[in-house]
């Protein structure tokens, strides 16, 4: 089946030149030593926030050249572009639309709950997204003078806005994972069955059986297993033993996620930490045999609203013993759940905190030792580009419906067989079934999650 069309819009290669502001005065945060921040807003989608690098006056060309900086991101869907272009029925229209963007001096802050920076202007850039499903389409690349001053006495934004297609392959569950769903892959209304899943929570004797299995499988090449702690129990509160495994039509597995570290309650608390965190190990089968592919940790941050915490590193066939490459790290609301992201080209979407490193936003880091290094060609076995894979999650205020149906969205251009596929629908399983595994453990876990000898107390 052919996958579903997207469309990717970009916004990146910021900076900003003020006329007059080479000499900074005592009394005024010079923008060379804060750094400036814009607001950047797409219709209905979610406004994102980006730094803005300051360029001196005197220079009049963008310093990286054409190496594209990201600053944010928007996704489009076929229903989206349908409503925006006037294809839909529902939404017929001939408007053209504009991204919208608000550049603020000195460094983003709050004080009082008020925003500490001080607006510089807004600029619009008119889109015109009728083609930008079949190509690449430029709608914006240089600078934009901004305030009301004209002239050389104006303030300058330099900005690149471009769109790409962007084709992702689209699956979803029917039902919640614990509930071995079947998954179908989705192409507008059509809706075709591609894998089962099976789900089961095994006892400590079947898991070490599991791992001691795995390990002869993988002849002492890697130690993955050993750094997992697999065996790190504590008596008390703990799950543990959750497995679930993606097979094919056929009925041969593909992908498994298993918890490889149980999910312990710190001391004295109901909730697992981030210093202690659970995790799992997420395997492809090829030619018969498991190979570690991926591993997730989960947690639980306390604050105004709980927040799972994860953090995702891919397990590369050539990577050195122990080498990990972190994909993704974030949090997602425990009330009311939200997406789980891997986008290797967001550097500041969604949230930024004064840092290169944005706050609850997924990022990319191409090194085993976590550096924050985003250059692609650095560190040999980073083998995913741009968008990769993402997938809803579920918030505990659901109410747990075994109904509910998570989605996965994965990149074209990351699958090559059915394998790379399913790992994905595995990793989307766990991270959903985290979800569960975080919860408080004053509270109670569906029957689908819960041990026999649980339900009998």
């Known amino acids: 089946m052919d996958?579903?069309?997207?469309?990717?819009?970009?916004?990146g290669n910021l900076a900003l030149k003020i006329p007059g502001a080479s000499k900074p005065a005592r009394s005024v945060v010079h923008p060379s030593s804060s750094p400036c921040f814009c607001k950047i807003k797409f219709k209905s989608f979610s406004l994102q926030t980006a730094v803005v690098p300051y360029i001196p006056p005197e220079n009049n060309q963008f310093p990286d050249g054409n190496q594209q900086i990201l600053?944010?991101?928007?996704?489009?869907?076929?229903s989206d572009l349908d409503r925006l272009t006037g294809k839909s029925l529902l939404f017929a229209t001939t408007k053209k639309h504009e991204l919208k963007i608000s550049i603020y001096t000195s460094r983003r802050g709050t004080t009082c709950g008020v925003?500490?920076?001080?607006?510089?202007?807004?600029?619009s850039v008119p889109l015109d997204l009728a083609e930008t499903e079949a190509r690449t389409v430029l709608f914006h690349n240089g600078w934009i003078n901004v305030g009301k001053e004209r002239g050389s006495s104006s303030a300058q934004f330099h900005l690149n806005v471009k769109s790409e297609p962007d084709p992702r392959f689209v699956f979803q569950f029917d039902r919640k994972p614990e509930c071995s769903p079947q998954v179908f892959q989705i192409q507008g209304s059509i809706r075709q069955p591609v894998f089962t899943c099976k789900f089961s929570l095994s006892s400590t004797g079947e898991r070490n059986q599991r791992c001691r299995s795995l390990s002869s499988d993988q002849s002492g090449s890697r130690g993955w297993l050993s750094s997992f702690g697999s065996e790190r129990e504590r008596p008390g509160k703990v799950r543990k033993g959750w497995s679930i495994t993606v097979h094919d039509l056929s009925g041969s597995p593909v992908a498994t996620a298993s918890m490889a570290t149980p999910f312990v309650a710190s001391p004295g608390s109901d909730r697992v930490r981030r210093s202690n965190p659970g995790s799992w190990l997420i395997l492809r089968h090829l030619d018969g045999t498991g190979k570690p592919w991926g591993r997730l940790e989960a947690w639980r941050e306390r604050g105004s609203t709980d927040r799972l915490g994860y953090r995702f590193e891919l397990i590369p066939d050539s990577a050195p013993a122990g080498a990990g490459i972190v994909l993704a790290e974030s949090t997602l609301r425990c009330s009311k759940g939200g997406k789980f992201v891997i986008d290797l080209n967001n550097r500041n979407a969604n949230n930024f905190n004064g840092r290169s490193t944005p706050s609850s936003a997924t990022y990319p880091v191409c090194s085993p030792q976590g550096s924050g290094d985003y250059g692609y060609g650095?560190?040999?076995y980073c083998m995913y580009r741009g968008f990769v894979m993402s997938s809803s999650v579920e918030g505990e205020g659901a109410g747990g419906k075994c109904s509910n149906k998570p989605t996965v969205e994965i990149s074209v251009q990351h699958v090559n067989c059915t394998e790379d596929a399913a790992a994905f629908v595995a990793l989307s399983a766990a991270i959903d079934?985290?979800?569960?595994?975080?919860?408080?453990?004053s509270h109670k876990l569906r029957k689908e999650l819960c041990p026999p000898q649980d339900l009998l107390t």
Do not use: Y
């Open 3 to 11: 996958p579903c069309p997207f469309v990717r819009l970009t916004v």
């Open 71 to 78: 600053a944010a991101s928007f996704h489009l869907s076929k």
């Open 115 to 123: 925003n500490s920076g001080r607006l510089l202007g807004k600029i």
């Open 378 to 380: 650095l560190w040999p």
């Open 433 to 441: 079934l985290s979800m569960d595994a975080c919860r408080l453990f």
